[in-house]
């Protein structure tokens, strides 16, 4: 069993919206969150779909599953305080469902880059390895401030070695699930995604190299170059852009 995961539960205060949390903004005639939901429905290896959603739009975000064809949601599970306990909220809702050895795939319902062959490579290296973090290469200079001064410049670090942690990030159920009740039993709700919680668990992460597209709309700037590309895909100005199911 593989079961995908979708976080929907940000508000968007950094893409400063008048009325819509950012995941139901509509590109191209369809909310950001669809354009996810798009391409794990159309992988033929997804065979389930959970969403952690704003409670107050889990009603309006049902109505856009109907409108869209969307079948491979199952369920619908409000947020939590914090980020990670959204996705635990999503966890747990799994660990209910289905067995322990089911492949999880914890992405942002803003991620709507992903492609289908990323997704495939996901599963793979943790049927292989155990778990599979998306990255994708830094390819600018990576500069470390220190925390008492932040005008100074403390290191640089060889953009060689350094990754950008994206999504999706995959895990096997009953691994993400026992490192969230730890973490919920040292009363730690905080972390800043599963890769940082698992790591913190103790366990050694894999990596998956994603595109370099995949970015998560999280800005006004985010916003505009998601659109951008859709425009330029539709006509025929990007070469080899990846089948996303958009």
Same mark, same amino acid.
């Given at each position: ?29 369809? =909310? ?11 992988? *033929? ?18 109505? *856009? ?6 079948? !491979? ?7 939590? !305080?914090?980020? *990670?306990? @959204? ?24 991620? =709507?880059?992903?492609?289908?062959? %990323?997704? /495939? ?12 973090? %998306?990255? @994708? =290469? ?9 925390? @008492?001064?932040?005008?100074?410049? /403390? ?22 699930? %026992? ?14 995604? @599963? ?15 994603? =595109? ?21 895909? /539709? ?12």
């Amino acid at each position: 069993m593989n079961c995908a995961l979708i976080f929907a539960g940000g508000t968007g205060q950094r893409m400063n919206t008048k009325s819509l949390p950012k995941q139901f903004l509509m590109i191209h005639g369809k =909310p950001i969150i669809i354009h996810t939901l798009d391409v794990f429905e159309k992988s *033929q290896l997804i065979d389930s779909v959970i969403v952690v959603c704003l409670e107050s739009w889990i009603g309006y975000l049902r109505e *856009q599953l109907t409108i869209f064809g969307i079948k !491979k949601v199952q369920k619908i599970v409000p947020g939590g !305080k914090t980020g *990670q306990d @959204s996705i635990y909220n999503g966890i747990k809702l799994i660990h209910d469902l289905y067995a322990e050895d089911t492949i999880v795939l914890i992405h942002d319902g803003v991620r =709507p880059l992903i492609d289908t062959d %990323t997704i /495939e490579r996901n599963i793979k290296c943790v049927q292989e390895h155990g778990n599979a973090v %998306t990255v @994708s =290469p830094a390819l600018e200079t990576i500069a470390v401030r220190p925390e @008492s001064n932040q005008q100074k410049i /403390e290191k640089i670090i060889e953009r060689k070695n350094c990754l950008l942690a994206k999504a999706p990030q995959s895990f096997f159920l009953k691994d993400i699930y %026992t490192a969230h009740q730890l973490a919920r039993s040292n009363n730690l709700h905080d972390f800043i995604d @599963s890769a940082y919680l698992m790591q913190w668990a103790g366990y050694k992460l894999f990596t998956v190299e994603g =595109p370099v597209y995949n970015i998560k709309i999280t800005t006004p700037a985010d916003f505009y170059v998601f659109h951008a590309i859709l425009d330029a895909h /539709e006509n025929g100005q990007i070469n080899g852009f990846a089948n996303n199911g958009a």
